[in-house]
């Protein structure tokens, strides 16, 4: 039989050892034999045979408790170069491999097909998706591993950080990894109870939105605190915000890097920085101080020990992915859905429009957004509507209401004042108890 490889691409996620572990173990039952190829595709792409351990159950029974890889990753991706590419399936036929469990996200699972093409089915190949992003365009309600792990850690941040801001009376605009889309920054924000986030997907209809649209939906958020007696705060920021904005007027505050695809690189840029920043600068034109400092989470999270959901989950992923291309299948995505395998072939995951797996982003219409946006401190329509709370903010930026709305209702001119609340659908359920 041939031999099957796996191999860990991107960027890391809790539970990657889980994954590794468990599909070498099922493997190796199976009396396959399991080889790692360390730090992804990086030295595959160069034609180096060198960096490809042995995996046996003795050497992976007990990694599914730690973070990071246990065969190392990289970013490195053999699709930029027909040569790099030849060689990376080169090197498989080399070893011998004639079946490939690929652990990375969606330009991981793009790679992945690549490669059954090109071999034509001599290599099967299966994916397991991860990304704490959670973008992947999995059945409803089943996150990508790694996802709930970077939320729990990113919680017990954010919490400790809300201690400190309330104690020094100041404010934190945290960055929360999300390239494209706001489920990790949602997701601690909504889970600590946080003042306000801010998440690519609430610009759908409007991107690319100007930078002083997003400074003034966070100096909104401070002055409506300060209206309340509080000078502290937690602002949570998805760092996609950054390819969200106009990049002529985000060039303004900040250099923007960009990848060899001329794409936003939005990891580099300090989108904390330059937000706190730009709010400072709003605020003191408006005769307030206040004292905002940035912070980054996502470094921190991605490379955690997974928590017990995320162990269970990927041993349940790594399992389903050996027995399945042990078993003849190949191009597929490995999912859990109930409790149950649930292979999705490569093309049901195809963006027929860019060829890539579609990205998952946050549904804004869903009640767990509007829930969340309920909590959030942030000016709304009914406050313009409210005497009270326009002589509250009038106050506070010594402005009078007709200024204050000059400045600041163009933030929810487009909002519904039903929409200000919690707009949850209302379902008449049969009343409880003994028919009358």
């Given at each position: 039989m041939?031999?099957?490889?796996?191999?860990?691409a991107?960027?890391?996620a809790?539970g990657?050892?889980?994954?590794?572990?468990?599909?070498?173990?099922?493997a190796c039952?199976?009396g396959?034999?399991?080889?790692?190829i360390?730090?992804g595709?990086?030295?595959?792409?160069e034609g180096d045979?060198?960096?490809v351990?042995?995996?046996?159950?003795?050497d992976?029974s007990r990694?599914?408790?730690?973070?990071?890889?246990?065969?190392?990753i990289?970013?490195?991706?053999p699709?930029?170069s027909?040569?790099h590419?030849q060689?990376?399936i080169d090197?498989?036929?080399?070893?011998?491999?004639?079946?490939?469990i690929t652990?990375?996200g969606d330009?991981?699972?793009?790679?992945?097909?690549?490669?059954?093409?090109?071999?034509?089915?001599?290599?099967?190949?299966?994916h397991?998706?991860?990304?704490?992003?959670?973008?992947?365009?999995l059945?409803?309600?089943?996150?990508?591993?790694?996802?709930?792990t970077?939320r729990?850690?990113?919680?017990?941040?954010?919490?400790?950080?809300?201690?400190?801001?309330?104690?020094?009376s100041?404010?934190?605009?945290?960055?929360a990894q999300?390239?494209?889309?706001?489920?990790?920054?949602l997701?601690?924000?909504?889970?600590?109870?946080?003042t306000?986030s801010?998440?690519p997907e609430?610009?759908?209809?409007g991107?690319p939105?100007p930078?002083s649209?997003?400074?003034?939906?966070?100096?909104?958020?401070v002055?409506k605190?300060?209206s309340?007696?509080?000078q502290?705060?937690?602002?949570?920021l998805a760092?996609g915000?950054?390819?969200?904005?106009d990049?002529e007027?985000?060039?303004?505050?900040?250099d923007?890097p960009?990848?060899h695809?001329?794409?936003?690189?939005?990891?580099?840029?300090?989108?904390?920085?330059?937000?706190?920043?730009?709010?400072?600068?709003?605020?003191?034109?408006?005769?307030?101080?206040?004292?905002?400092?940035?912070?980054?989470?996502?470094?921190?999270?991605?490379?955690a020990?997974p928590?017990?959901?995320?162990?269970?989950?990927?041993?349940?992923?790594?399992?389903?992915a050996a027995r399945?291309?042990?078993?003849?299948?190949?191009?597929?995505?490995?999912s859990?859905?109930?409790?149950?395998?649930?292979?999705i072939?490569?093309q049901?995951?195809k963006?027929?429009a860019t060829?890539?797996?579609?990205?998952?982003m946050?549904?804004?219409?869903?009640?767990?957004?509007?829930i969340?946006?309920?909590?959030m401190?942030?000016?709304?329509?009914?406050?313009?509507?409210?005497?009270?709370?326009?002589?509250?903010?009038?106050?506070?930026t010594?402005?009078?209401?007709e200024?204050f709305?000059?400045?600041f209702?163009h933030?929810?001119?487009?909002?519904?004042t039903?929409?200000?609340d919690?707009?949850?659908?209302?379902v008449?359920a049969?009343?409880?108890?003994?028919?009358?």
């Amino acid at each position: 039989m041939k031999k099957l490889a796996i191999v860990v691409a991107g960027g890391p996620a809790p539970g990657i050892n889980s994954v590794i572990a468990a599909a070498t173990i099922r493997a190796c039952l199976d009396g396959v034999e399991v080889l790692g190829i360390q730090d992804g595709f990086k030295w595959l792409a160069e034609g180096d045979l060198s960096h490809v351990v042995p995996l046996t159950i003795a050497d992976t029974s007990r990694i599914h408790f730690r973070g990071g890889s246990y065969i190392g990753i990289s970013r490195a991706n053999p699709t930029r170069s027909p040569e790099h590419l030849q060689r990376t399936i080169d090197a498989l036929e080399k070893l011998g491999v004639g079946m490939l469990i690929t652990i990375g996200g969606d330009g991981t699972a793009t790679l992945a097909q690549i490669i059954s093409e090109k071999t034509r089915g001599k290599v099967r190949v299966i994916h397991v998706p991860k990304t704490i992003d959670n973008d992947i365009d999995l059945p409803y309600d089943v996150s990508t591993f790694g996802f709930q792990t970077a939320r729990h850690v990113g919680v017990e941040i954010v919490k400790n950080l809300m201690v400190d801001a309330k104690t020094t009376s100041r404010w934190y605009f945290v960055v929360a990894q999300g390239r494209k889309a706001g489920h990790l920054a949602l997701s601690i924000g909504k889970a600590v109870g946080a003042t306000v986030s801010v998440i690519p997907e609430e610009f759908r209809q409007g991107c690319p939105v100007p930078f002083s649209t997003v400074i003034d939906i966070l100096a909104g958020s401070v002055i409506k605190r300060l209206s309340y007696g509080r000078q502290d705060g937690i602002a949570l920021l998805a760092e996609g915000l950054a390819d969200c904005i106009d990049p002529e007027d985000l060039a303004r505050h900040t250099d923007i890097p960009r990848d060899h695809m001329g794409n936003v690189h939005v990891a580099q840029i300090n989108l904390g920085e330059v937000l706190v920043k730009g709010v400072e600068a709003r605020l003191a034109g408006l005769g307030i101080k206040a004292t905002l400092l940035p912070k980054s989470i996502g470094y921190e999270v991605r490379c955690a020990d997974p928590i017990p959901f995320d162990m269970e989950y990927t041993r349940d992923l790594g399992y389903c992915a050996a027995r399945y291309i042990v078993d003849g299948g190949s191009e597929a995505v490995v999912s859990m859905v109930n409790g149950r395998f649930h292979p999705i072939s490569f093309q049901d995951m195809k963006d027929p429009a860019t060829g890539r797996p579609r990205v998952r982003m946050v549904d804004i219409d869903s009640d767990r957004y509007r829930i969340a946006r309920t909590f959030m401190l942030r000016l709304k329509r009914e406050d313009f509507e409210n005497p009270e709370s326009m002589a509250q903010f009038c106050a506070v930026t010594h402005l009078t209401p007709e200024r204050f709305r000059e400045e600041f209702f163009h933030l929810v001119k487009d909002e519904s004042t039903a929409a200000a609340d919690l707009g949850l659908l209302t379902v008449t359920a049969n009343p409880v108890g003994p028919k009358k």
